[in-house]
Structures are given as C-alpha cells and as structure tokens.
C-alpha cells in the first residue's frame, strides 16, 4: 500500500473539475443516508475528495487496481484531511474476492468503457458479494443506448476508445443490464447528464 504521497503524486484529470457537481447533485438522490460508499476505480482521486467533503454523513472508501493511481488518491488524501475518506484499497474489480466484505453503496465512475468486459462483468458480482438487498450500485459513463441516437461526440470516443484497446468501447445498456440481472442487480433509474453521458442506478434483489 503507498504512503501519503506529496504534491507531485497527485494526478490530474481534467473531466473531473467538469462532471463531479452534476454527478453529486444525483448521487444526493440515489446515496444512502449512513453508511460506507465503496468507489470503484477512484482513478487520480479528485472525486473521492469532492464527494467524501460532499458528503460528511458517509464514510468513502476510494480504490483502484493501478499503484499510481492509489499514490495520487492518498496525496489527495492527505491534502484534503477528511475525516470520513479512507485510505484507498488495492482492487482490482476482476478478482473473485475484495479487500472489503460489506459496502452500503457502490460507486463506478467511467470505468465500465475503459475496460475489457470481465472487469463489468467483475464489479457486477462483486457489487452482488458487498451489498444488502436493495442498495445501490451507481454507474457513471458514456454509454450506447439502443433506443437512443448516440452522439457522434460518442462514436468517435468510441473509436478511439478501440483503437487503443479492442476489449475497450462503450457499452450497450442492454448489455449492461442483462449482466447486472444475471449477478442479482435490478436496474432501478437512469439519468441523462451532461456532455452526452449517463448514471444508472441499479439495486441489489
């Protein structure tokens, strides 16, 4: 596990500063109102500190599987000196097992495109392992929704999204809640956001 690192681990990721309001103003709605919220893929750490200074009555538990990324969230971490935002775990969401055994909430932001399937197909069962009957899963993404034009903003993300790895691209929602059913998670709501993405809210049966 890395330590808290200084400034100059501390990753930036642009997308952040741009979505993580209109991503809070939802999770408002969707979030239990006590508990632990497990990030899956907390990538450079920015939205772990936003939302765990966003919301004080929750504890947030960043995590990813890639240790640059868990030394930027503890630089942020230590930066930030929350209270309620743990150190981050080590996981990778393909693994049969967590570092943890129980969550109140699941939080996924942009990880589901920029990952071969199994990692989807991954955090579906382990969102099935970690969860009470009946508390969220929140996916957050550009996603390709069958019954919906896709913007052409989002076929070329997708493209290049390809081109860099044949096992990324932007997932069917169909897809997505075909194989959340399958792990015992029922798809309870989605919200259009801004710059043509989605959340969609998924409870456990």
Request: proline share 9%; glycine share 6%.
């Amino acid at each position: 596990m890395p330590g808290d690192g200084g400034a100059a681990d501390k990753r930036h990721a642009p997308a952040t500063l741009r979505n993580r309001d209109a991503i809070a103003a939802v999770l408002a709605d969707w979030l239990p109102a006590s508990g632990t919220v497990l990030e899956v893929a907390s990538g450079s750490g920015e939205h772990a500190v936003h939302f765990a200074a966003a919301f004080p009555h929750l504890d947030w538990q960043p995590s990813d599987p890639d240790p640059a990324g868990l030394t930027s969230i503890a630089a942020w971490r230590a930066e930030a000196k929350l209270a309620n935002l743990a150190p981050p775990l080590a996981l990778d969401a393909t693994a049969p097992a967590w570092p943890l055994g129980q969550a109140d909430a699941i939080l996924c932001i942009n990880m589901v495109h920029i990952s071969p399937w199994d990692a989807t197909l991954g955090l579906f069962a382990g969102a099935a392992r970690l969860l009470a009957p009946g508390a969220p899963l929140i996916l957050y993404g550009a996603f390709i929704e069958p019954d919906v034009p896709t913007a052409q903003s989002n076929l070329d993300f997708d493209a290049n999204l390809r081109a860099r790895d044949p096992a990324w691209g932007l997932r069917d929602t169909d897809a997505i809640k075909a194989a959340a059913a399958d792990a015992g998670l029922a798809c309870a709501e989605r919200r259009a956001m801004p710059a043509n993405n989605l959340m969609l809210l998924f409870r456990r049966t």
